[in-house]
């Protein structure tokens, strides 16, 4: 016998892949009495596509019908490809089974747009509604909010929701029109500023009253695509790091543009390298968790992404003059930008030499990659030659090119010779 | 060379420190029961375990070095290694003769070891949330077989008895032939005389639920559906899901 829920499934799934965004993180929740499962702060990936993504939400469409026609999407309407829509009790039934099996965190749900945005997302809150209300589920949901749908339904959304999000797509107006001529980036900045503010009015309420219900506790998250048109990764950045300052924002994404529909002549025929994408989310990571600015890592001169190398040895190579960095007395600050140094070991460095001062070795031990960090570090013993007696352009050269096989190294540590253990 | 033998329990390695302090000697080696001594002994001791000293070392080690330490001391524990309980001693030695915590001198091998080794354990413990697999028996409760490198299914109970509340299930170690079964009000380790049907990891089609052959098949087409194989990355794809956990993924039978 088929299995016609199976197909659906194969054909939805098929359709929502393409949406990087799949993280379940942000809310804690401990199982409630009578409930179906807890929501676990950080999101667990609970399996790996054979292309390395992590698989934490049943990541699916309602429906992949649309009457929109953006360029990038493989569900445009004008593309023959095979339909489906899930019935509420469908989508629902296959949630809580995987749930149960331990396959997925919760759900991520987004759609194709039926009739007109509103239509779309009440659809799409009755199935949240369901889960909540009537199965008691207490895992986790992300839900897309389609563009331009009213304040209203995203309030709705927001109630049973952890996460909500809206995809930007293209990061210049004037490209999203060109590719997706039913949107537009206030459709897209609306809903984002009722989720904002619901996300507030929750949060505000909450502090005087504690059973308040929540709105979409782990706040919202957006998507670009990269490559699909013209944007400098200056001009990404700096819209990354402006939507960051919003409240509620957690997390943009950034997926690389893959050409799904070739014959589109506004659209590239080549898919960028992969290497740009991987490049903005270290940028992006830099902005979040290292302190640093969005003009600190791309700028008027230097646009876009160094792909040879990371952003923060980048930025070092930029600015020798910032080195070495001494991680026996500098700031924490300080040493996190050190290249070869990441926030695990800056945090041993700062916690272990209140006790004894940190050599080469215990370096090493600590994690830190001294095959990067020698040219920018101070330690007890004394560097053998920093990026500034070096010169930014060896020290790229060697970093680049490390040396390939035993007689070049040994060639090599003869010339230079590295830290002694 | 002074050597302690013991019975290879944790309880039985917080008793031989406690007899140490009592003897004033320190193992340099610590022997289970039937090991032969090493050649170079001089000194042979035979501890006793004994709940209530157990007892004395942990709470004074709980409050010389705090409860999130002394959770990396039982990760080291489960991690089984070779020399891991020497390794333990001597950590535990020097944190009592420390007039404060050691536990941030990452300069000391032994600290360092001791941290390195808590978190690959607990690595180890993530990977097993991630990937077990339940799979509903015909009863109406669930199943799932583990195998981890390390000894973490008692550490990650409480992610399972949370998330897991209002379902019957049993996890079960198949290497190290025991496991938790959960009755809706508690976990209980158990072990079972005839596990032989639960080595194999699969419950068979007569143990099975009638529709858990079905939400296995939707999940492996799910699984395939979700790749894009524009993208592939088989290495990336072993080292984030390693080969070890396969076995028992329905996605990747
Ligand atoms: S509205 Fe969404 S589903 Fe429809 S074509 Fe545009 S991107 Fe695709």
């Known amino acids: 016998m088929k299995d016609s829920i199976r197909e659906k499934l194969e054909i939805l799934a098929e359709s929502a892949k393409y949406d990087v965004s799949c993280a379940s993180s942000g809310t804690s929740r401990k199982h409630r009495e009578g409930h179906v499962g807890s929501a676990h702060g950080w999101g667990i990936c609970h399996s790996f596509t054979e292309d390395g993504r992590c698989v934490s939400l049943l990541k699916i469409m309602l429906t992949n019908y649309c009457i929109y026609d953006c360029a990038y999407c493989i569900n445009r309407r004008s593309n023959d490809i095979r339909r489906a829509t899930f019935t509420v009790s469908e989508l629902v039934e296959l949630t809580v089974e995987f749930y149960r099996r331990n396959y997925i965190e919760g759900l991520f749900l987004s759609s194709g747009v039926i009739r007109n945005p509103d239509y779309t997302m009440e659809?799409?809150?009755?199935?949240?509604?369901?889960?909540?209300?009537?199965?008691?589920?207490?895992?986790?949901?992300?839900?897309?909010?389609?563009?331009?749908?009213?304040?209203?339904?995203?309030?709705?959304?927001?109630?049973?929701?952890?996460?909500?999000?809206?995809?930007?797509?293209?990061?210049?107006?004037?490209?999203?029109?060109?590719?997706?001529?039913?949107?537009?980036?206030?459709?897209?900045?609306?809903?984002?500023?009722?989720?904002?503010?619901?996300?507030?009015?929750?949060?505000?309420?909450?502090?005087?009253?504690?059973?308040?219900?929540?709105?979409?506790?782990?706040?919202?998250?957006?998507?670009?695509?990269?490559?699909?048109?013209?944007?400098?990764?200056?001009?990404?950045?700096?819209?990354?790091?402006?939507?960051?300052?919003?409240?509620?924002?957690?997390?943009?994404?950034?997926?690389?543009?893959?050409?799904?529909?070739?014959?589109?002549?506004?659209?590239?025929?080549?898919?960028?390298?992969?290497?740009?994408?991987?490049?903005?989310?270290?940028?992006?990571?830099?902005?979040?968790?290292?302190?640093?600015?969005?003009?600190?890592?791309?700028?008027?001169t230097d646009p876009n992404l160094d792909?040879?190398?990371?952003?923060?040895?980048?930025?070092?190579?930029?600015?020798?003059?910032?080195?070495?960095v001494d991680v026996n007395r500098a700031d924490y600050e300080l040493i996190l930008r050190v290249?070869?140094?990441?926030?695990?070991?800056?945090?041993?460095?700062?916690?272990?030499?209140?006790?004894?001062?940190?050599?080469?070795?215990?370096?090493?031990?600590?994690?830190?990659?001294?095959?990067?960090?020698?040219?920018?570090?101070?330690?007890?013993?004394?560097?053998p030659q920093t990026v500034g007696e070096l010169n930014p352009l060896i020290v790229r050269q060697r970093l680049i090119n490390p040396p390939k096989n035993k007689k070049q190294e040994g060639l090599r540590t003869q010339l230079t010779f590295t830290f002694p253990d | 060379m002074t050597v302690f033998r013991y019975d290879k329990t944790f309880e039985g390695l917080l008793s031989a420190l406690f007899d140490a302090y009592v003897r004033r000697t320190f193992p340099d080696q610590l022997i289970g029961p039937g090991e032969p001594a090493p050649l170079f002994t001089h000194e042979m001791y035979e501890v006793m375990t004994r709940t209530d000293a157990a007892e004395r070392v942990w709470k004074g080690l709980e409050k010389k070095l705090g409860r999130r330490v002394c959770h990396q001391l039982t990760h080291v524990w489960l991690s089984e290694q070779a020399g891991g309980d020497e390794l333990l001693m001597r950590y535990m030695h020097k944190a009592f003769d420390a007039p404060q915590s050691i536990a941030g001198?990452?300069?000391?091998?032994?600290?360092?070891?001791?941290?390195?080794?808590?978190?690959?354990?607990?690595?180890?413990?993530?990977?097993?949330?991630?990937?077990?697999?339940?799979?509903?028996?015909?009863?109406?409760?669930?199943?799932?077989?583990?195998?981890?490198?390390?000894?973490?299914?008692?550490?990650?109970?409480?992610?399972?008895?949370?998330?897991?509340?209002?379902?019957?299930?049993?996890?079960?170690?198949?290497?190290?032939?025991?496991?938790?079964?959960?009755?809706?009000q508690r976990a209980m380790e158990i072990t079972l005389e005839h596990d032989e049907a639960l080595l194999k990891g699969w419950l068979s089609e007569e143990m099975q639920a009638e529709d858990e052959k079905i939400f296995q098949e939707r999940w492996q087409s799910y699984f395939r559906a979700v790749t894009i194989r524009e993208r592939l990355n088989p290495k990336l794809h072993r080292q984030l899901m390693p080969r070890r956990f396969w076995q028992y993924l329905p996605e990747k039978r």
Request: with cysteine; hydrophobic share 35%; net charge positive.
């Open chain 1, 307 to 324: 792909l040879e190398v990371d952003p923060k040895l980048a930025w070092a190579l930029r600015h020798p003059e910032c080195f070495p």
């Open chain 1, 339 to 383: 290249p070869g140094i990441g926030v695990k070991s800056a945090q041993l460095i700062v916690t272990s030499r209140r006790y004894h001062s940190i050599t080469a070795s215990t370096l090493r031990k600590m994690g830190v990659v001294m095959k990067r960090a020698q040219y920018f570090l101070l330690c007890r013993e004394l560097p």
């Open chain 1, 123 to 300: 659809r799409m809150v009755r199935i949240v509604k369901q889960l909540r209300e009537v199965e008691r589920f207490n895992g986790y949901i992300h839900m897309k909010s389609i563009p331009g749908a009213s304040r209203e339904l995203v309030a709705k959304a927001g109630r049973y929701a952890d996460r909500l999000s809206v995809n930007l797509e293209i990061a210049k107006e004037e490209n999203l029109k060109r590719l997706a001529p039913e949107k537009d980036h206030a459709s897209v900045f609306k809903p984002m500023s009722y989720i904002a503010q619901g996300f507030l009015e929750s949060a505000e309420e909450r502090r005087h009253l504690r059973h308040a219900p929540r709105f979409a506790p782990a706040g919202q998250s957006t998507q670009m695509i990269v490559g699909a048109t013209d944007e400098t990764d200056r001009e990404i950045l700096s819209l990354s790091s402006a939507l960051y300052t919003r409240p509620s924002m957690k997390r943009v994404y950034y997926s690389g543009y893959i050409p799904v529909n070739g014959y589109d002549q506004r659209l590239p025929a080549k898919q960028p390298p992969l290497i740009r994408e991987h490049r903005l989310y270290q940028a992006d990571w830099l902005m979040r968790f290292y302190g640093f600015r969005s003009d600190e890592i791309v700028d008027d």
């Open chain 2, 105 to 184: 001198d990452f300069t000391d091998d032994d600290v360092l070891q001791v941290k390195k080794i808590a978190q690959k354990v607990a690595k180890e413990k993530e990977r097993l949330i991630q990937f077990v697999r339940f799979q509903k028996a015909g009863d109406g409760s669930y199943f799932a077989p583990v195998s981890p490198l390390y000894n973490v299914l008692p550490l990650s109970i409480g992610y399972f008895t949370d998330r897991f509340a209002d379902q019957r299930w049993l996890l079960y170690d198949t290497k190290r032939r025991y496991g938790y079964y959960y009755d809706l």
